[in-house]
């Protein structure tokens, strides 16, 4: 039991981080996702985030990741919809 409730924590917090970062992107640029911003942006402290994402280009690498799978989610359903 303990195990799921941890691993929802952080299924959520993996979550949170991402809009967190994508948001910074979209008024910032990319030059403004730090590891700083994002911690304050998420009202925490930056050492809470290394254990998620020690750089802020791994942070990036998986905006990308995300991206790509919705892409892939929504080809995939268009094709169903039009054989």
């Known amino acids: 039991m303990a195990s799921k409730l941890r691993e929802r924590y952080r299924s959520e917090l ?48 998986l905006l990308r990741r995300k991206a790509l799978k919705n892409w892939q989610n929504d080809m995939t359903a268009r094709a169903g919809e039009n054989p």
């Open 14 to 61: 993996r979550a949170e981080t991402l809009s967190a970062a994508r948001d910074l992107i979209k008024e910032q640029g990319y030059e403004g996702l730090t590891l700083r911003n994002l911690a304050q942006r998420m009202q925490c402290s930056p050492m809470a985030l290394y254990t998620y994402s020690p750089t802020s280009r791994l942070c990036l690498l």
